[in-house]
């Protein structure tokens, strides 16, 4: 605060915040600014800086008497495309406000030439090579030589997406005219006096690699398929080699003098030179074979081979001449004629689309497959282009003439895609107590990190092993979807992703499933049981065989005989899924007499009590009858459908007994042979017993209709 009375200047600064408009690269906005002096001493700027130097001032020291004022134009000069912002302090003998700031701000922008911006590199180089290593738009490389014979060399870089760029090699090296950068860190450059350079650190530091000299003074192109595998093209020459460059071949002769040279697959290759010449090698160039010779041995200069995959590729040159291969390179067929223009280097972004450039500044775009052409780019005809190049997100990258420029045209945003497949699933039938998995896969196709925050579900019985994660450009990650359901039903439900995709910040995947109770199911064998001809007091064992034939565990709570004569050595146990439990089921009968009965076996099985029929004769007789001698009784057939013959009897007594028990036929002194008609009994299991005055015989048998 000012105490009254004081003799001093005051600044006053009108606007002190001040917004430029819009400024092109290159240009100059301005906006004035009221400097006035309150005080009742004169004002002296001293010195006026800023923070930015975006921006600038044409008086930095004046001196305002009090109660004057005056304007002075402040100055906004964006060297790049961005926002700027800075402060404006000026200097006074203002007791107060010394320094008095100032907040400045304005964005550079580019003017496009169909779509295709400017960039000064700031090297006043003639660019011959540009690349950007796959799976990223920030980080790229450029060659260039300062004449186009024999000048000097430099490796420039960027960082920022070509917004800026460093030079990467000392001064003085030879002329550079071609390179192949396999990943960010590990390229390879050549040029003049058989110069071959490497780096694996990102361009931080450079090994000069030696090999035997060509016939050529300089190296026109160098590409590696990976970091072991790659050709030098000096001409009519190439050299191989297997071993990231420590050593190569001897020259291996093309006959052909070629410009650039790419590969089609890991052993193949196809170089392009003068005279329509382009040759072909599958066997990692040891050796070539001509596939488009000039017809009477004249033809275009090509320049320039790009390769999309294995198959598809073209090949640019002289007088506007496009050649198109689908074939990975055997054979060639020409594209329609740009007029007559010098094209460099084709690229090839799909089966569709594929730009070329040439000199002087023409860029020519095709958008179904090379069939015609089109000018992309109305620009003054001054420089020639020599490479063109994409990153993953369509950003277009050109270099070429002197001056060191490299235009850039802007591609898809940076920004992440989700993708999610399937976006649906219906679960199989899942029993309660256990579980169904799917799989769904989760992807970016985007050009910016994706970034799943959290993954959850409407509905707890579906759940996903992992709620976060994050995915590069390109990446994918497949999750599983767990259906767990607590009881029997239809269950239905989403899964939300939740991600930073700006068009669907949620995903959701429809899920749904039925929940099923699983029960066990009793099986017995057999379901009726009939005992041999057993003494009094004596006993005779069968055998009876519980199975689970269902997916839950049986539990046998008791079994139950509703005739004492009969037991079982076991009431109650556990059968798991398929399992069988055997039992061993007795008969003691204590009376001559035909003795039934039933066990009644108790389960969870939902269906109920099983009941098994027993049936036993009980005899005082000292002996029963041996039906394994030689003139045993025989009776057949059993099953029987009419008539019952019943062989080897003497003086023997039959009885037939239904199910129940009841005797329903009788015949007495019987010998020899005999027939009885049974077909008007009803089907069914019936007993027949055989006795004569010492033994008896006790038999089920069947009767069917």
């Not at 003639?126 to 738009?137: A, H, T, Y």
């Amino acid at each position: 605060m000012r105490k009254e009375g004081i003799n001093a200047p005051v600044l006053s600064i009108i606007p002190d915040t001040v917004a430029f408009d819009d400024t092109y690269v290159g240009e100059t906005s301005s906006e004035n600014v009221t400097f006035s002096n309150t005080g009742n001493e004169p004002l002296v700027i001293s010195d006026i800086t800023f923070t930015d130097l975006a921006f600038s001032i044409d008086y930095t020291a004046f001196t305002i008497q009090p109660g004057q004022s005056g304007d002075i134009p402040v100055h906004f000069t964006p060297p790049a495309s961005g926002l700027f912002e800075g402060i404006m302090q000026i200097w006074s003998n203002d007791p107060v406000n010394d320094p008095y700031d100032v907040q400045l701000s304005g964005t550079g922008v580019v003017e496009l030439i169909d779509g295709w911006e400017w960039i000064e590199t700031g090297f006043n180089f003639i660019l011959m090579d540009i690349e950007f290593p796959e799976g990223q738009n920030q980080v790229g490389y450029c060659i260039g030589e300062s004449l186009t014979y024999n000048g000097d060399g430099i490796v420039i870089k960027t960082n920022d997406g070509g917004s800026t760029w460093m030079q990467l090699t000392p001064d003085g090296i030879p002329g550079l005219t071609g390179m192949s950068f396999i990943d960010m860190n590990t390229g390879f450059a050549v040029g003049w006096d058989d110069y071959l350079i490497k780096t694996t650190d990102g361009g931080l530091t450079w090994d000069t690699l030696n090999y035997a000299t060509g016939t050529w003074s300089f190296y026109y192109d160098v590409e590696f398929w990976d970091e072991n595998n790659g050709v030098v093209l000096a001409g009519d020459e190439v050299y191989v080699t297997s071993n990231g460059g420590s050593t190569w071949t001897t020259p291996v002769a093309l006959n052909a003098s070629c410009n650039m040279i790419e590969y089609v697959d890991e052993n193949s290759l196809v170089t392009v030179g003068n005279e329509n010449i382009i040759l072909r090698s599958a066997d990692g160039g040891l050796n070539w074979t001509i596939v488009n010779p000039a017809s009477g041995g004249a033809g275009p200069i090509l320049l320039g081979v790009h390769f999309l995959d294995s198959n598809y590729g073209m090949a640019a040159g002289d007088y506007g001449y496009i050649f198109t291969t689908w074939d990975g390179g055997n054979t060639w067929t020409p594209d329609q004629q740009v007029g007559d223009q010098l094209l460099h280097t084709p690229f090839i972004w799909d089966e569709d689309t594929a730009w070329v450039v040439g000199t002087p500044e023409m860029v020519y775009k095709t958008t179904n497959g090379g069939t015609t052409w089109n000018s992309a780019y109305n620009g003054n005809y001054d420089k020639a282009f020599y490479r063109i190049t994409f990153t993953d997100n369509y950003t277009g990258f050109i270099c070429g003439g002197s001056g060191g420029i490299v235009l850039r045209k802007e591609g898809l945003p940076e920004l992440p895609a989700i993708n999610v497949n399937p976006v649906s699933i219906e679960f199989e039938d899942t029993y309660v107590g256990e579980s169904s998995t799917e799989i769904i896969t989760v992807s970016n196709s985007g050009f910016a990190e994706l970034i799943i925050s959290d993954i959850s579900s409407t509905n707890d019985v579906f759940s996903v092993d992992l709620t976060s994660f994050s995915l590069d450009p390109g990446d994918s990650q497949e999750l599983t979807v767990t259906f767990a359901p607590d009881d029997e039903g239809l269950f239905e439900g989403i899964i939300e992703i939740e991600s930073n995709d700006p068009d669907y910040s949620v995903t959701e995947i429809v899920v749904s499933g039925n929940g099923m109770i699983a029960y066990p199911a009793i099986a017995v064998d057999p379901m009726a049981i009939t005992f041999d001809t057993t003494l009094v007091y004596e006993t005779t064992t069968k055998l009876l065989t519980l199975s689970n034939t269902g997916i839950a565990t049986l539990f046998v709570t008791d079994i139950v005989s509703s005739n004492p004569v009969f037991t079982v050595d076991l009431t109650t146990f556990d059968i798991e899924p398929g399992a069988f439990q055997e039992l061993d089921v007795t008969f003691a009968p204590d009376g001559q007499m035909l003795f039934e009965g039933t066990l009644q076996i108790e389960s969870n099985d939902p269906n109920g009590m099983v009941e098994v029929m027993l049936l036993g004769y009980g005899d005082i007789e000292t002996s029963i009858i041996d039906m394994n001698s030689e003139k045993a009784i025989r009776i057949y057939p059993n099953p029987v459908n009419n008539v019952l013959h019943i062989e080897n009897l003497k003086d023997h007594q039959i009885i037939i007994y239904n199910i129940l028990g009841n005797a329903i036929l009788k015949r007495s002194g019987v010998s020899g042979t005999v027939e009885i008609n049974v077909s008007h009994l009803p089907s069914g299991i019936y007993l027949i017993k055989i006795t004569d005055n010492q033994r008896s015989h006790l038999e089920k048998i069947k009767i069917t209709k």
